[in-house]
């Protein structure tokens, strides 16, 4: 008998447990089984399940205000989109990789620590084979959200059992150090790591793992991300959207769109395209809904382009098949092309 998983969907204890870890996602079994039903050892059994399936993931990512870097796109010669986008897809340096429709056949997300460190990959870090005609960046200085996203399938008073309250943020904020790249990279493969496990790996302990780790989210350091393979959970397709909005209304426009549930990426870049939005979609003909929401919401606001997703490659380090699913984890490390 196929696995709902095989047949290529997820079930409905399935899309509950990824909904409660995108919710909390370093939660307890037993907090979880509090709110979901089943025993705290089942749903540590199927989440091993999605994970060794592809169908599901946790990990790390710079905070919203800490994001630095650029999303880049590539024209080349017909028939070598599939090289492009593989070659980019090994980088640790780049988060996510696309083969779109239009003008530009391939799409990056660069992440780095810094502004500069985003130059010095857009001058220095990037490949420019002979089959590429040109490439153009638009460089971004944070989000406005959409890092972290929700299947939305829990009510409110569930949501609320499972929410952790971080606190607020420590009265002494620190660079981020050595020691914080060494633990962002180590939860790379897997954010639900143990303490202990994290502590060996690091030669600590984990009370000081768990006090770290505590300051960088209380900061908005880091956060973490729970992840699907969008098709088996009914998101079908990806567009990448340019919208050009007024300066003056820029921030309230980004804050709105990130908040939107299809939103899986939205960050103000400089270029007379100033918003760029990443969103899964339903359908092909959700996206002219999103288009009509856009220009109803926003009088003022003009999508510049717009462009289908014909085969995600990377997520932000996980490559993917055809329909979502990782195969491979290279890390996100902002600071491996350029290291301060």
Same mark, same amino acid.
């Given at each position: 008998?196929?696995?709902?998983?095989?047949?290529?969907?997820?079930?409905?204890?399935?899309?509950?447990?990824?909904?409660?870890?995108?919710?909390?996602?370093?939660?307890?079994?037993?907090?979880?089984?509090?709110?979901?039903?089943?025993?705290?050892?089942?749903?540590?059994?199927?989440?091993? =399940?999605?994970?060794? +399936?592809?169908?599901?993931?946790?990990?790390?990512? !710079?905070?919203?205000? =800490?994001?630095?870097?650029?999303?880049?796109?590539? *024209?080349? *010669?017909?028939?070598?989109?599939?090289?492009?986008?593989?070659?980019?897809?090994?980088?640790? !340096?780049?988060?996510?990789?696309?083969?779109?429709?239009?003008?530009?056949?391939?799409?990056?997300?660069?992440?780095?620590?810094?502004?500069?460190?985003?130059?010095?990959?857009?001058?220095?870090?990037?490949?420019?084979?002979?089959?590429?005609?040109?490439?153009?960046?638009?460089?971004?200085?944070?989000?406005?959200?959409?890092?972290?996203? #929700?299947?939305?399938? @829990?009510?409110?008073?569930?949501?609320?059992?499972?929410?952790?309250?971080?606190?607020?943020?420590?009265?002494?904020?620190?660079?981020?150090?050595?020691?914080? #790249?060494?633990?962002?990279? *180590? @939860?790379? !493969?897997?954010?639900?790591?143990?303490?202990?496990?994290?502590?060996?790996?690091?030669?600590?302990?984990?009370?000081?793992?768990?006090?770290?780790?505590?300051?960088?989210?209380?900061?908005?350091?880091?956060?973490? %991300?729970? +992840?699907?393979?969008?098709?088996?959970?009914?998101? !079908?397709?990806?567009?990448?959207?340019?919208?050009?909005?007024?300066?003056?209304? @820029? =921030?309230?426009?980004?804050?709105?769109?990130?908040?939107?549930?299809?939103?899986?990426?939205?960050?103000?870049?400089?270029?007379?395209?100033? @918003?760029? &939005?990443?969103?899964?979609?339903?359908?092909?003909?959700?996206?002219?809904?999103?288009?009509?929401?856009?220009?109803?919401?926003?009088?003022?606001?003009? &999508?510049?382009? #717009?462009?289908? &997703?014909? %085969?995600?490659?990377?997520?932000?380090?996980?490559?993917?098949?055809?329909?979502?699913?990782?195969?491979?984890?290279?890390?996100?490390?902002?600071?491996?092309?350029?290291? +301060?």
């Amino acid at each position: 008998m196929r696995t709902d998983i095989e047949a290529g969907v997820l079930d409905e204890t399935d899309l509950a447990l990824v909904d409660a870890l995108q919710i909390n996602p370093r939660a307890s079994w037993t907090k979880l089984a509090d709110v979901l039903g089943p025993a705290p050892i089942t749903l540590a059994r199927r989440w091993r =399940r999605l994970v060794d +399936d592809g169908a599901a993931w946790v990990s790390v990512a !710079h905070g919203d205000a =800490r994001a630095r870097g650029a999303i880049v796109e590539w *024209a080349c *010669a017909p028939g070598t989109e599939t090289a492009l986008a593989s070659h980019l897809a090994r980088l640790p !340096h780049v988060g996510t990789v696309g083969i779109t429709s239009g003008e530009y056949q391939v799409f990056a997300n660069i992440v780095a620590p810094s502004l500069a460190a985003t130059t010095r990959v857009l001058l220095n870090g990037l490949p420019l084979p002979p089959y590429v005609i040109r490439m153009r960046s638009h460089v971004f200085g944070g989000l406005f959200g959409g890092m972290t996203w #929700r299947l939305g399938v @829990l009510n409110r008073a569930q949501a609320e059992r499972i929410r952790e309250t971080l606190g607020p943020p420590p009265r002494e904020m620190r660079p981020f150090g050595p020691r914080d #790249r060494a633990l962002f990279l *180590a @939860l790379g !493969h897997d954010g639900r790591r143990t303490y202990t496990d994290l502590a060996e790996e690091l030669d600590t302990t984990p009370n000081a793992v768990r006090r770290r780790l505590g300051r960088l989210r209380r900061n908005g350091d880091i956060v973490y %991300r729970c +992840d699907v393979a969008r098709a088996l959970a009914g998101w !079908h397709t990806t567009a990448l959207l340019w919208l050009a909005v007024p300066d003056i209304d @820029l =921030r309230t426009v980004g804050h709105r769109m990130a908040s939107r549930p299809e939103t899986r990426m939205c960050a103000a870049v400089a270029g007379p395209s100033n @918003l760029a &939005v990443i969103v899964d979609l339903r359908s092909f003909d959700h996206l002219e809904e999103v288009l009509v929401r856009i220009a109803t919401a926003f009088p003022g606001v003009v &999508v510049t382009d #717009r462009r289908l &997703v014909l %085969r995600p490659v990377k997520i932000h380090g996980r490559l993917v098949d055809e329909t979502g699913r990782c195969i491979e984890v290279i890390p996100p490390d902002p600071w491996a092309a350029t290291p +301060d």
